[in-house]
């Protein structure tokens, strides 16, 4: 099992190219079980999950080609083609979706296109419950008969799913997009009320329509679909991964480096951006993306995880990482997953001063983290725990980096093209 190896203590200096967004990229490719024709994605992300996605959508019949050339002009980056000419499975089966929680993803195109699918409850990281009730719930308003059998979800519809008001109970992204992508195929007009509103969502709705969707208000609470007999194929480029952007800015903050974000997707990242500004850090637009510039030791700033456009939870675990070198005490409270403080005692064994009290976590700044033996527990507060060897005097070992894996290409050669002193080590 890999792990990293770093020796802090070294600025960041040079450019980082951002990829493609994993949780626009997961969505997109589970579209392609709504149509027969050929869905091209440009600009993917080489990560774990994008193959694990793959071959879950492989077993359902899809025909999956990679490094194809888009149409449109610009970097593509890696291109794959999928295409459902036909679906010879409608069954996730477990050894495939317990890898990943966003294989669920692919239930409401399967029940839309063939009026059924069985899918095993998903696995994933364990940060928190995040139940599939809504998911459920929503198909259920869709006409869809739903229930929950030896631990798999076995939905049947009747013909075509119907269009409906949904009302979430909270704004769930995984549950936007699934039931936005089954009504794209359901009979008649379908809202959907307190829809979430990442911006991984709109890119979705963006690429349903180029398939013959019809979908109105894109980018707010409140989606209307109105549903199609069928879809067709599209090209489509993933936008910017704003988290892999973000956690590379507050790289840059933790050692004081100039590194520019080229491909940082910066309008959606106001909410990181103005925390940083808060803490001394400087930003600057580029024609490329974004110049982060670190100013010494980080001033203390409070944060609160929101939905979007609010601070993104997926952020938290590194910014957490950054006021543990800050001048003064900030507050931490997480409002999106009950679960998310696991990387605390990982960054305590470093030297960090946190104490967590509930959804709240006091970190007091100290003058230097230590270096020393930590494990990742999941994918975020696996980077958080990278950026605090960046910042630690000594070596720093994160074992378990396959939760890295999952969602950053590359991060030891990006950080050490920029300087750090980083390397793989294959156990």
Request: aromatic share 2%.
């Amino acid at each position: 099992m890999d792990s990293i190896r770093i020796r802090g203590g070294r600025p960041l200096q040079g450019e980082i190219e951002i990829f493609g967004a994993k949780n626009a990229a997961l969505p997109l490719m589970a579209a392609c079980l709504l149509t027969e024709e050929t869905l091209t994605l440009a600009n993917i992300p080489h990560l774990t999950d994008i193959t694990t996605l793959a071959h879950l959508l492989a077993q359902h019949g899809v025909e999956i080609g990679m490094d194809g050339h888009a149409r449109h002009g610009g970097n593509a980056g890696r291109v794959l083609s999928l295409r459902a000419r036909q679906i010879t499975s409608t069954t996730a089966p477990y050894e495939l979706v317990s890898r990943m929680r966003a294989s669920v993803l692919v239930l409401g195109p399967l029940l839309a296109r063939t009026g059924r699918a069985t899918v095993s409850l998903p696995g994933g990281c364990a940060i928190g419950t995040r139940p599939v009730d809504l998911h459920i719930d929503g198909l259920t308003r869709l006409g869809a008969q739903v229930v929950l059998e030896d631990g798999d979800i076995q939905a049947h519809a009747r013909g075509r799913l119907r269009g409906a008001e949904i009302r979430l109970p909270f704004a769930s992204v995984g549950a936007t997009e699934n039931l936005m992508m089954a009504a794209t195929l359901a009979e008649g007009e379908t809202v959907i009320r307190n829809a979430a509103r990442e911006p991984e969502i709109a890119d979705l709705a963006f690429c349903l329509n180029a398939m013959g969707a019809e979908i109105g208000g894109i980018g707010t609470d409140e989606l209307v679909i109105q549903g199609k007999e069928s879809l067709s194929g599209a090209e489509h480029h993933v936008l910017g991964d704003r988290i892999e952007a973000g956690t590379y800015a507050l790289a840059a903050a933790i050692v004081g480096g100039d590194v520019e974000l080229a491909g940082a997707p910066a309008t959606l990242l106001r909410s990181l951006l103005e925390y940083l500004e808060a803490t001394g850090v400087s930003i600057t637009e580029t024609p490329r993306g974004l110049r982060v510039r670190g100013n010494g030791r980080p001033t203390a700033t409070d944060v609160t995880t929101r939905p979007y456009p609010g601070f993104p939870t997926d952020l938290q675990a590194q910014a957490m990482a950054l006021m543990t070198v800050a001048d003064g005490a900030a507050m931490i409270t997480e409002t999106i997953f009950e679960n998310r403080f696991m990387h605390v005692q990982e960054l305590r064994r470093m030297g960090a001063d946190i104490a967590v009290r509930g959804a709240t976590a006091l970190v007091r700044g100290v003058a230097s983290l230590t270096g020393a033996q930590v494990m990742a527990t999941d994918l975020r507060a696996s980077s958080s725990l990278v950026l605090a060897g960046l910042a630690a005097e000594g070596e720093t070992v994160v074992h378990r980096v396959y939760h890295l894996d999952r969602g950053y290409e590359r991060i030891e050669d990006k950080l050490a093209a920029c300087g750090a002193e980083i390397d793989r080590v294959h156990n």
